[in-house]
């Protein structure tokens, strides 16, 4: 199909988004080779506009970038009406530059101005809110005068000295504990609330929306990677839950540390770990779940471990719930087209036009382009 199916008096107007990692992308030019390919298959008039973003791999650049878009946008629109000339604005946007567009449609202005968004190979991140992992956050602000009583419990039964004053410390570190969790928890949870509605994407009409994927995108492989860090965060975390709900949610986080501490100690006790092996254990739980968001952050953005430490994240194939059409396409595709390629029988030539459609390389494919020349001329 062709735009000449469906004619129509209106101007079609595509911005084009470059990605994370690549504000001079080729592809998002004017006159690239895959927006010339998107010309040839209508033979209506098609303005291409750029809009380049830094495509810094932060939270923050995505949410300047929404800003920014807001403004290209108007802009785009004003000339066109000052003209007197009806158009249709749409947006292709790769990868994080299809978060930044998803971002600016939260405004219902700009929303309205826009006909379309086409989203290629974009990592959808759904960011949520957890009261186990605030608990044990505010507790680990009270962590080293914790493990430091524990340890010096530890030591000193093992080589058999009094441990009244650690026992005593112990007795008011525990409910000091307990209350600060008590106390902070009801409003850190009510400002991480907030900033999970300002940071999840918005429920854009799935009419509007075209969400393409590729075989082999290399992203995708740190995205599973991402994934699977939260889920062995959630696990570790499940433990708190779990005491949380038998002894009282407030103190579940807490709990927890203390089970391992009890745990290791028994391991220790019977004989089958060592003393620095159950200190180890003691000193080390929270630092690994640390370790594991800082990890969690590199697919999320850099900033993530600093701006949501208590908020979840996942990445998923839609950007909220609801109904999407999502186009997966091949991930090998020909490059060769009578204009720009030349036939070239040749080996060489075969394996060099030949390029893997993947999160990075050149966006230009006849599949990809003639889907997005189809989905442009039935809007």
Same mark, same amino acid.
């Not at 949610?249 to 745990?263: E, K, N, T, Y």
């Given at each position: ?11 079609? *107007?595509?911005?084009?988004? %470059? ?14 080779? $895959? ?34 878009? =807001?403004?290209? *946008? ?37 929303? %309205?101005?826009?006909?379309? *968004?086409?989203?290629? $190979? ?12 605030? &608990? ?29 004053? /650690? ?13 600060? @969790? ?9 400002? &991480? ?24 995108? #290399? /992203? ?13 965060? &959630?696990?570790?975390? =499940? !433990? ?17 540390? !203390? ?18 092996? @159950? ?11 640390? !370790? ?6 590199? /697919?999320?953005? $850099? ?12 990445? #998923? ?8 059409? *999502? ?10 087209? #009578?204009?720009?390629?030349?036939? %070239?029988?040749?080996?060489?030539? /075969? $394996? =060099? ?7 990075? #390389? ?18």
């Amino acid at each position: 199909m062709d735009c000449s199916e469906q004619p129509t008096t209106e101007e079609l *107007v595509v911005t084009l988004v %470059n990605g994370t990692f690549s504000p001079n992308a080729e592809w998002a030019f004017s006159h690239s080779r $895959f927006a010339n390919a998107i010309r040839r298959q209508c033979t209506g008039e098609v303005n291409f506009e750029r809009f380049s973003w830094s495509g810094a791999n932060t939270i923050s650049a995505r949410l300047r970038a929404a800003e920014a878009l =807001k403004k290209h *946008v108007s802009r785009v629109r004003s000339e066109y009406e000052s003209r007197g000339i009806k158009h249709r604005h749409f947006l292709i946007c790769h990868s994080h530059g299809g978060s930044a567009a998803l971002y600016a449609c939260k405004d219902s202005d700009f929303s %309205n101005s826009v006909a379309g *968004v086409a989203c290629m $190979f974009t990592p959808f991140i759904h960011f949520r809110t957890s009261n186990t992992l605030i &608990q044990l956050t505010i507790i680990g602000l009270l962590l080293p005068a914790i493990m430091a009583a524990w340890f010096y419990l530890l030591v000193n039964d093992y080589f058999g000295r009094d441990i009244g004053p /650690a026992a005593l410390l112990s007795l008011f570190i525990v409910p000091l504990s307990l209350l600060a @969790v008590d106390k902070l928890t009801p409003s850190v949870l009510a400002r &991480q609330k907030r900033r999970v509605d300002r940071l999840n994407l918005p429920a854009i009409p799935p009419e509007k929306l075209l969400i393409l994927k590729t075989v082999g995108d #290399e /992203a995708g492989g740190l995205i599973a990677l991402a994934n699977f860090s939260s889920w062995i965060l &959630q696990v570790i975390m =499940k !433990i708190g839950l779990v005491l949380g709900a038998v002894f009282g949610g407030a103190g579940g986080g807490f709990l927890a540390i !203390i089970l391992v501490a009890l745990l290791s100690f028994l391991l220790h006790s019977s004989g089958l770990l060592p003393l620095w092996v @159950v200190a180890g254990l003691i000193l080390f739980a929270l630092p690994l779940i640390v !370790i594991l968001r800082l990890f969690l952050g590199m /697919a999320n953005g $850099f900033d993530f471990p600093l701006r949501c430490f208590l908020i979840e994240a996942n990445h #998923e194939a839609v950007p909220s719930p609801g109904s999407y059409s *999502v186009r997966l396409l091949n991930g090998y595709a020909s490059c060769r087209d #009578e204009k720009d390629n030349p036939e %070239n029988t040749s080996l060489a030539s /075969a $394996f =060099k036009d030949a390029i893997l459609l993947s999160h990075s #390389e050149d966006k230009y494919s006849p599949e990809l382009t003639e889907l997005l020349a189809r989905w442009l001329s039935s809007r």
